[in-house]
Each structure stands twice: as structure tokens, then as C-alpha cells.
């Protein structure tokens, strides 16, 4: 039988289960945008593939009618405000939810690597030798250093505090700690739940 | 009998053991009386154990802890007057987490009753804790009514991160400057406003210049005319005062000589027709036959000044000339209503 229209997406239901937090405006506060996208950004600095890991997530959570493509991921991505080409928008709660998700998806996948780097930092802390002494873990720390260092725009004062090497690893590692929590059971209500410290009314 | 579950993670092991309350004999019926717990994290010696009191206290103190290690955002540890917790967990460094457990004083309880416990934990064992409360809390076979309840910190609670001196650095910095700046230019001089010199043009741009000039302090010569706000006249006025102390000549070849040379000048110069009644007025002149200054004798001779020539013939000495001659002549010098004016020397100067 002829169809005027495409089947309709269904929507996702995966979101449901996440809670609106009370919020003045509606809207993500400023601190959730930055959050959420330094939280993909240690994901693409863990896994060369991550882009398209990201993707794929869309796909495989059902999240097209949130983030249609990859123009529109960047596009909800660049409403962090430290970044060079930061879209003047606010990020919506379904589009958080959406990236909420999928960071939570990616990091089971990366739970072993994650899980690698810690106890290596661990243990090169524990005997206070140089990060670089750990090649995983180094490589993961100038991949970090070089992805944030093209993309955030250093007038911004956000950025400015992590005007060193030194600092910007101390930063990709606290993101790494975050990831671990993100790879619990209940790691996306954690992670949902955490975004709003603070913010809600 | 009693069921035992059991949440293993590779750096933390949860024993949850305890009975079903409603099918005592069913080994999968759900647990919902607490009999024992036990918390062992595989390289610490001592494993944690006590009751449902240490499960909620340590699903209380994961929950609070985990969600601050998450956000970066302080929160308050608990309402104010409400007992100590059993369980807090704190950040030790980078890397550390300090589980610190407090002293129980049940007596049959198995948790040494002794000092309080203290665990470090890596944050991989910080975590596996967190998962296996995680993993406990979802399961509906074991203490059904304990389920994950999170709350977002609300913005009034949120413990500012910025301690209070440096938060409040830049209004005093700011509130400071300002006040530094009005000191400073507190003691700055307000600009005196100069009197405008007086104008030595002829007699017809003199009467364009009647507007009053308020902020003008004329040299106090006693000349407080009512409306008649004219500078020329009050320089003038001044200027004679200021000469009738000055030296005066009285040798009478001058004076003749002069008071022939003011009574043509003044008489080719005056025209009658507005003058109503005698204008009498003290007139000082240099020894080259200048006219450096005057006074009324009355009040009509003030008020009908501009009738006279006098204004434009006038000319105030500057004080180079004045250093340079010492002694002027004064005259008594009438305006009448028939156009004849009577020039005399003065005797005796009044001020």
C-alpha cells in the first residue's frame, strides 16, 4: 500500500527514565553543557574510534529523533560555551538525556581500558614516577591535551585555569575517575543526577 | 533458614545474609529481615560487619560521597543536629578515599566496639563498593523497600567551593578604589572662576554688555547699584577709588590744563537729549589727559551713566601704567539737562 510518509522513529523510551530537574528556564545550566562535553572529550581521547563509536550509539539507543545526525551531535556538543565555535544556544534537557546516555554507553564498552588506567596511575603515583611511564595511559593524556587545546578557546576563563600540561592531565584524570562511575550498574541516574548539583531550584 | 546474597566485584565483596520474613523455608523467597552484613575488600585485612544500621550508613555515605566525586560540587553532610553518621567516606589526595566507620555500642554487636575503623580505598575499590551497593539497591529479591533514592544538591545547600574571603576580594578591591579616589581627589582645588576684564571698547558696544553677570564678583568699591549691572561702570568706579588714594596732584598749571582739555572733550562728546536732571560724577584723569576713572555723586548720575560719554572715554589703567605714574588729577564734573558741562578740580576726595 502506498505511504505518503516515512514510518515514524518511535520515541526514546530510554530517556523516560531519567528525571526533569526543577530548573530555572527550563533549560541546562552552563556548567551541564561543559560537563557533558569534557566527558566526550575523554572519551575520544581513550578510543581513536569514538566518533564513530558515538554514532553508532545513536543508532543502536534509538536517538534519532534527538540527534538526527552527525552535523546536529556537533551542533549539541558546540553549546559548550568554552568552546572556539560555541553555538549560542541552550542545551535542552532531551538533548542532555541524550548525551547522558550515550556517555554512559561508551564508557561499558571502555570499562576495561578505563579500569587499565586507573591502576596504572595508581601505581605510578604509589611509586611517584612520571605518567609517561605508562604507555596507555600517556598516550591517552596527549591525546586529551591536544584534543581540548584545539577545540576550547583559551580566552575564555573557564579555560584559562588549565593553561599547563600539568594541569590539563590532573583534569583528563578526574574526567577518567568520572568514566568509571559512568560504567556502574546505575551509573547513568549517578551521572543524570550529578549534572544538577547545585543548579536545581 | 537464611538466605545469603552475595555482589562480587573484583575489589569488593557484599554478603547480604538474612530470612524472608513471609516464606521462612524458601531459599528464593526475597530477604526482607537483615540478619548480617558483611563488606570485605580483598588486600584489607578486616572485613566490615554489622547490621542493617551499617548497610544503610554506607549506602548513605556511597551515595552522598559518589555524587560529589561526580559533579565537583560540595555538599553538606547532613541537617544540623541530626546524629553523626555511621559511615563517612572523604577525599585522601588524588587517589585515596578514606571510609571511615564510626563506633557502634551494641555490645553483641561483631563490630569491634573498639576505636572507630578507618579503610583507605583506591578510587577502582571506592568504585566496585559503589557498584555493588548499586547492584544491591536494584535487586527486588533482597530488602525490596531499599531502593536507589538521588537527589540533586539544591543551590542554596551547594557549599560555595570559592571560600568566602575570595569571593567577596573583588568588591572590596572595587569598593576600596573608590574610595581611595574620592580621598584623592577630595583635595584637588575647585577652579576659581576669573573675573572677565573689563571692556575697553567705545560706548555703544558697552551698552550691548548690560546682561547682569551673576557669577562675576565685581572688587568690592562700594558699588552696590541696584540694577545697574554694567562692569564698565564698576571698573570704572573701582579704578577711581583706587587712585583718589594713590597720589593726587594739585599743581594747578596741571590741573588747569587738564580740566580745559576734560571740559572739551566731554562737552564735543555729550548729547543732552535723554539727560533730565544734573549728573554729577568724581572724575579721575592721568597727567596725558586720560579719563582713568569715575564715581557718581548721585543716584541719577548712576543710573543715566550711558547718557554720558564718560563710559567711552574712559579707559581703566593697566597696572603697568599705574607703576609708572604717581599722581593723577580728580574733578568734579557736572552734566547738565542744557548740554553744558562744568568741569572743576576737586578739592578734597571722598571715598
Known amino acids: 500500500m502506498p505511504v505518503d510518509s516515512p514510518p515514524a522513529v518511535p520515541k526514546p523510551l530510554i530517556l523516560d527514565a531519567l528525571r526533569d530537574p526543577v530548573l530555572p528556564g527550563g533549560v541546562c545550566p552552563r556548567r551541564t553543557q561543559v560537563d557533558l562535553d569534557l566527558l566526550l572529550l575523554a572519551i575520544e581521547a581513550l578510543d581513536v574510534n569514538s566518533s564513530e563509536m558515538m554514532l553508532g550509539a545513536v543508532q543502536e539507543l534509538s536517538l534519532q529523533t534527538v540527534i538526527p545526525g552527525r552535523v546536529q551531535f556537533w551542533q549539541i556538543r558546540s553549546t559548550n560555551p568554552l568552546r572556539y565555535s560555541s553555538q549560542r544556544r541552550p542545551l535542552t534537557l532531551g538533548e542532555a538525556k541524550a548525551l547522558t546516555v550515550i556517555i554512559c554507553h561508551l564508557s561499558k564498552r571502555l570499562t576495561v581500558l578505563i579500569r587499565q588506567l586507573l591502576l596504572g596511575y595508581q601505581q605510578l603515583s604509589d611509586r611517584q614516577l612520571a605518567l609517561d611511564h605508562h604507555f596507555r595511559l600517556g598516550d591517552y593524556l596527549s591525546r586529551f591535551r591536544s584534543h581540548f587545546r584545539a577545540r576550547m578557546n583559551p580566552q575564555r576563563a573557564g579555560v584559562l585555569i588549565y593553561n599547563t600540561d600539568d594541569k590539563l592531565d590532573a583534569l583528563a584524570l578526574e574526567l577518567l575517575q568520572k568514566l568509571l562511575f559512568c560504567t556502574g550498574t546505575q551509573g547513568v541516574q549517578r551521572l543524570w543526577h550529578s549534572l544538577f548539583d547545585g543548579e536545581v531550584g | 533458614m537464611t538466605i545469603k546474597r552475595q555482589y562480587t566485584l573484583p575489589n569488593c565483596n557484599l554478603i547480604l545474609e538474612g530470612m524472608s520474613?513471609?516464606?521462612?523455608?524458601?531459599?528464593?523467597?526475597?530477604?526482607?529481615?537483615?540478619?548480617?552484613?558483611?563488606?570485605?575488600?580483598?588486600?584489607?585485612?578486616?572485613?566490615?560487619?554489622?547490621?542493617?544500621?551499617?548497610?544503610?550508613?554506607?549506602?548513605?555515605a556511597v551515595n552522598h560521597y559518589g555524587q560529589g566525586l561526580l559533579s565537583g560540587v560540595p555538599r553538606p553532610q547532613g541537617k544540623p543536629g541530626s546524629p553523626a553518621p555511621l559511615a563517612t567516606l572523604e577525599r585522601q589526595g588524588a587517589y585515596h578515599h578514606k571510609l571511615q566507620l564510626a563506633t557502634t555500642d551494641k555490645a553483641e554487636d561483631k563490630v569491634d566496639s573498639g576505636p572507630p575503623m578507618?579503610?583507605?580505598?583506591?578510587?577502582?575499590?571506592?568504585?566496585?563498593?559503589?557498584?555493588?551497593?548499586?547492584?544491591?539497591?536494584?535487586?527486588?529479591?533482597?530488602?525490596?523497600?531499599?531502593?536507589?533514592?538521588?537527589?540533586?544538591?539544591?543551590?542554596?545547600?551547594?557549599?560555595?567551593?570559592?571560600?568566602?574571603?575570595?569571593?567577596?576580594?573583588?568588591?572590596?578591591?572595587?569598593?576600596?578604589?573608590?574610595?581611595?579616589?574620592?580621598?584623592?581627589?577630595?583635595?584637588?582645588?575647585?577652579?576659581?572662576?576669573?573675573?572677565?576684564?573689563?571692556?575697553?571698547?567705545?560706548?555703544?558696544?558697552?551698552?550691548?554688555?548690560?546682561?547682569?553677570?551673576?557669577?562675576?564678583?565685581?572688587?568690592?568699591?562700594?558699588?552696590?547699584?541696584?540694577?545697574?549691572?554694567?562692569?564698565?561702570?564698576?571698573?570704572?568706579?573701582?579704578?577711581?577709588?583706587?587712585?583718589?588714594?594713590?597720589?593726587?596732584?594739585?599743581?594747578?598749571?596741571?590741573?588747569?590744563?587738564?580740566e580745559t582739555q576734560l571740559r572739551r572733550r566731554l562737552s564735543t562728546a555729550f548729547a543732552a537729549d535723554q539727560v533730565e536732571e544734573p549728573l554729577a560724577y568724581q572724575v579721575a584723569v592721568s597727567p596725558e589727559g586720560e579719563v582713568w576713572g569715575f564715581r557718581h555723586d548721585n543716584d541719577a548720575a548712576l543710573l543715566a551713566v550711558e547718557s554720558t560719554p564718560l563710559l567711552g572715554l574712559t579707559t581703566v589703567p593697566s597696572p603697568a601704567d599705574l607703576l609708572e605714574e604717581e599722581a593723577v588729577a580728580l574733578f568734579e564734573v557736572t552734566f547738565l539737562p542744557t548740554g553744558e558741562v562744568r568741569v572743576s578740580p576737586l578739592e578734597s576726595p571722598d571715598r
Not at chain 2, 528464593?28 to 544503610?56: R, S
Request: hydrophobic fraction near 45%.
Open chain 2, 21 to 60: 520474613k513471609e516464606d521462612a523455608l524458601n531459599p528464593l523467597a526475597p530477604i526482607t529481615m537483615l540478619l548480617n552484613v558483611e563488606c570485605q575488600f580483598p588486600g584489607i585485612t578486616d572485613p566490615l560487619i554489622g547490621g542493617k544500621d551499617l548497610l544503610e550508613a554506607l549506602v548513605q
Open chain 2, 118 to 258: 578507618a579503610v583507605i580505598l583506591t578510587t577502582v575499590q571506592l568504585f566496585d563498593l559503589v557498584e555493588a551497593v548499586d547492584q544491591f539497591l536494584a535487586d527486588t529479591q533482597t530488602l525490596p523497600e531499599m531502593t536507589l533514592a538521588l537527589k540533586s544538591v539544591p543551590r542554596r545547600q551547594a557549599i560555595a567551593q570559592e571560600p568566602l574571603t575570595q569571593r567577596l576580594l573583588p568588591a572590596v578591591a572595587g569598593t576600596s578604589t573608590l574610595v581611595a579616589a574620592a580621598a584623592a581627589l577630595f583635595f584637588l582645588p575647585v577652579p576659581e572662576l576669573e573675573p572677565r576684564p573689563p571692556q575697553e571698547t567705545p560706548a555703544a558696544e558697552g551698552t550691548t554688555d548690560v546682561t547682569p553677570a551673576p557669577g562675576t564678583d565685581p572688587p568690592a568699591a562700594g558699588s552696590d547699584a541696584p540694577g545697574a549691572g554694567n562692569i564698565d561702570i564698576v571698573a570704572a568706579v573701582a579704578a577711581y577709588t583706587r587712585l583718589s588714594v594713590d597720589g593726587t596732584t594739585t599743581d594747578p598749571d596741571t590741573l588747569s590744563t587738564l
